[in-house]
């Protein structure tokens, strides 16, 4: 949210810096994100001063330079040659001297320097409005009445100031600060408490009342639930036309695009006091009749952008006597009701919706406007008046006409004060400092909140109606540690704390040793949401189909893509691959620790989960040969087995795993609990993610890993004295057999003094040996760290194994 300085002051006296004033509203909860200086113009005007031509000439053989001399008031009289037809001798103009930056013809900014025209010196410029960048007008210089002083700069001249703009986090909760009467409140409230009790506003606009006689405007609500209050006032003889500058200047700095006068009002009066209005063609109004209510379910809707909508029947609409919409309330105007260069009468309209309904038609339609943005927070239901007056008064002042009805104003159901409960000792216990009744009582009432059925151990809080945010004990012990300031409070001499015994394996010691392993390898950490789309479980040809009573589902208004809490990692990193190859950066390395949802709901219902995802080029480009180009399953497969032995993890089985996500994949798990799977996923699903690359997927149970922890510390032992023995063996094995069952095989067989198993080589002819046959090179290290080994020993261990293999994996040695 945008909040103008200039505009505040105009409500209250502030002797303070930007930066003073933005650590005030951060300590108040509006938070201050950064701030940008506006200038009236890009030329810097306190450098262009106002000076008098003493002397005025014609240049021999030019049809338009004059020679002058002129006095700014320092003492020095310049030479300066202009070209301007109407420079004279006597006048008082403005003067940009040598340094200062003007605009040119074309708009572009360039500097004044001293130079020599027609071999006459020249130091400095006489300027017209458009070169000041404050009107339009080239002319001719601008002339300044008699009487002027010499030597002012034309910022304090024009009175055109520099503007200070905040940009402020504001948080939902906040509805009074919505608006810059808001801000001001609060700033006051921050001055009463901390500097002067007497100060006040010195303007409020709350203050302005229009007389308005007559018959008000028909108006029905049908819909007192979604409408819960209804104003308006009918204005004939308008005048439609460019707002003034400083109207326009104040809605610019704003970031406000200027439309006309009458639309602007509008905005302006919304920033002012946080009221949305909307202003109708009054002309076209069919049986100049407003009725508030809904249509039904499909209706089509030509909004002001010129796009057809399909109403929803929970669309609040403003419809003219005969039910033709004209606006969405609240959210957006139609085509053919608003104001144009043409319309002549206005109908102005200022409500209090509910914002329940506001947010659901801004989210269905994809409208986020400034005007449902306010309502959405909770508008006061008792300022609709007051801003209605108040726009009622500039459109009489800036576009003419004159009232042609009574004020409008249904209000079914008024909204009173909230009465809250307080005590005195609560207070003092939440804020953990000692308040007197005194400031507690004078904290409220620069709030506006009042007292009533006062005793000695606490009072009752009326709240005014907008704060609809402040409803409970709690709320208005907030509210007074606002003002008092949190570094007011001062911490106490002794702090008391209880003892959290640290659970072993620390989750996040082992998470951070996890990560800073994949980190030094390459790989970036990346976070997805926990909210996923039900879409990609629940679809027609889904990517991992799921039942639908197996998903947590939300009710997320916000986003109706985000539907279900995600039940697996897998789709949070293919979106991210995604969003990164579309950006030309295929070659990724990701992971992520997250939890993963499925009902029904339990202790067993989230599960801890790490996933690593690898795409792309297996190495950064290089001018060396690589052995490989692209990542494969056994680079993330080298991954998970370092990973796993980093944790001293081992002692698992592998299963080789067809199912979906995966094209083919191998599972790692001790008994029925799983520790990783891990494999290619299937590229139908890549496909239908738009993913191009092969990408290779690790899913980790994080809450087996750390079950699966060694409860042991490691232990140091010594290097072996005694070599190690190799020897190679070449099997002939069926082609489903694994490395994995011959390494678990070779492990029984020889499991005292085997120290390694190795697969190095994998050889495939038909015709050499045979179809659906493979030949596996597979090395064994031997050691006994007791003496060195003789051939003969190792020679009998090597005659187990190749009957070992023979017997139970039906291998064939070749010679």
């Known amino acids: 949210m945008k909040v103008s300085l200039n505009w505040i002051r105009e409500f209250l006296d502030l002797d303070k810096t930007p930066e003073e004033i933005a650590d005030i509203l951060t300590s108040l909860g509006l938070e201050v994100e950064g701030w940008d200086a506006v200038k009236p113009s890009p030329v810097d ?28 008031g320092d003492g020095t009289v310049r030479s300066i040659v202009c070209g301007a037809p109407n420079v004279a001798a006597g006048q008082r103009v403005l003067v940009a001297l040598p340094g200062t930056t003007v605009l040119s013809k074309d708009g572009q900014l360039f500097e ?69 009467l808001g801000i001001a409140r609060d700033l006051l409230a921050w001055i009463r408490q901390n500097e002067n ?37 009918l204005i004939q003889g308008v005048q439609v036309q460019e707002s003034p500058e400083w109207l326009k200047d104040r809605l610019l700095a704003l970031g406000q695009r200027p439309i006309n006068n009458v ?23 069919q049986g100049n009749k407003i009725v508030v209510k809904t249509l039904p379910e499909g209706t089509v809707f030509k909004s002001l952008d010129e796009v057809e909508r399909k109403l929803s029947a929970q669309d609040l ?59 959405e927070k909770g508008v006061d239901p008792n300022g609709c008046l007051t801003a209605l007056h108040r726009a009622t008064t500039l459109l009489l002042e800036l576009a003419g006409g004159t009232i042609a009805s009574g004020i409008t104003d249904l209000y079914p159901n008024p909204v009173a004060p909230l009465r809250v409960p307080v005590e005195y000792d609560r207070v003092n216990a939440l804020i953990g400092s000692s308040l007197s009744g005194e400031t507690i009582r004078s904290i409220l009432a620069t709030l506006g909140i009042g007292i009533e059925n006062e005793s000695p151990t606490g009072f009752s809080a009326v709240v005014p109606t907008n704060k609809p945010d402040v409803t409970r004990e709690a709320d208005i012990i907030e509210e007074i540690l606002r003002v008092y300031g949190l570094d007011a409070v001062h911490p106490p001499a002794k702090v008391r704390t209880s003892m959290e015994i640290t659970p072993r394996p620390n989750p996040d010691a082992i998470r951070n040793l996890t990560a800073d392993l994949l980190a030094a390898n390459g790989f970036y950490e990346c976070m997805t949401l926990s909210l996923s789309n039900s879409a990609y479980h629940t679809s027609d040809n889904a990517p991992l189909p799921l039942p639908k009573e197996s998903l947590v589902y939300v009710h997320n208004t916000a986003n109706q893509g985000l539907d279900c809490m995600r039940p697996s990692l897998l789709f949070g990193g293919l979106e991210t691959i995604r969003h990164n190859q579309n950006r030309q950066n295929p070659d990724l390395r990701l992971f992520e620790f997250g939890k993963t949802y499925l009902a ?38 080298a991954y998970v087995q370092n990973l796993l032995a980093r944790l001293g993890i081992s002692g698992f089985q592998e299963t080789v795993v067809q199912e979906t996500p995966f094209r083919y994949a191998l599972r790692y798990h001790r008994g029925p609990k799983e520790l990783v799977t891990f494999g290619q996923v299937s590229p139908a699903i890549s496909k239908k993610m738009e993913v191009k690359n092969a990408v290779f997927f690790a899913d980790f149970n994080f809450d087996n890993l750390l079950a699966a922890l060694p409860s042991s510390r490691i232990q140091f032992q010594e290097l072996s004295k005694f070599p190690v023995v190799r020897r190679d063996l070449a099997l002939v094995l069926n082609h489903a ?65 190749q009957q070992a293999f023979e017997q ?5 040695v070749r010679k």
Not at 131 to 157: C, F, K, R
Not at 263 to 279: F, K, S
């Open 808 to 812: 139970k994996l039906n291998a064939t």
């Open 263 to 285: 639309v602007d009002i509008t905005n302006y009066v919304r920033l002012e006091l946080g009221q949305p209005l909307h202003a109708f063609d009054a002309n076209q109004i």
């Open 737 to 801: 057999v694994t490395f994995a069952e011959i390494r678990q095989l070779a492990a029984k067989t020889a499991k005292k003094i085997l120290k390694e198993v190795n697969l190095f080589d994998v050889f495939e002819d038909e015709h050499k040996i045979g179809a659906g046959k493979k030949s596996c090179a597979v090395s064994f290290l031997f050691e006994d760290p007791q003496k060195t080994l003789q051939d003969k020993e190792i020679d009998a261990l090597m005659q187990q194994l």
């Open 600 to 637: 029904p709901l339990s202790e067993n219902s989230e599960t801890a989960r790490l996933a690593v995802f690898m795409t792309g080029a297996h190495n950064p480009e290089s001018w060396q040969p690589a052995a490989k180009t692209h990542t494969d399953f056994f680079t993330l497969k």
């Open 197 to 233: 009790p007497k100060a006040d506003l010195k303007y409020a606009a709350q203050g302005v009342t229009v007389e308005a006689h007559g018959a008000t405007y028909d108006v029905t609500i049908e819909n007192t639930d979604a409408c819960h209050r209804y104003s308006g006032v």
């Open 112 to 180: 004044i320097g001293e130079r020599k025209v027609r071999g006459i010196p020249s130091q400095g410029m006489i300027c017209a409005e458009d070169e000041l960048g404050i009107g339009h007008d080239h002319s001719g210089i601008m002339v300044l009445p008699a009487d002027t002083p010499l030597g002012i700069p034309a910022s304090q001249y024009l009175n055109l100031r520099s503007d200070i703009v905040y940009e402020i986090g504001l948080t939902p909760n906040r509805a009074d600060a919505t608006n810059h």
């Open 317 to 375: 609409m403003i419809c003219d006597g005969q039910s033709n919409p004209l606006c969405i309330g609240g959210v957006f105007g139609g085509a053919t009701s608003g104001v144009t260069a043409n319309t002549t009468s206005v109908f102005l309209e200022s409500a209090r919706f509910n914002p329940i309904w506001i947010r659901r038609s801004m989210l269905r339609h994809n409208l986020r406007t400034d005007a449902a943005w306010t309502f």
């Open 45 to 72: 005007l306190d450098k262009v001063v106002t000076g008098q031509v003493l002397e005025c000439s014609r240049i021999p053989d030019t049809d338009h330079l004059s020679a002058t001399r002129v006095d700014v």
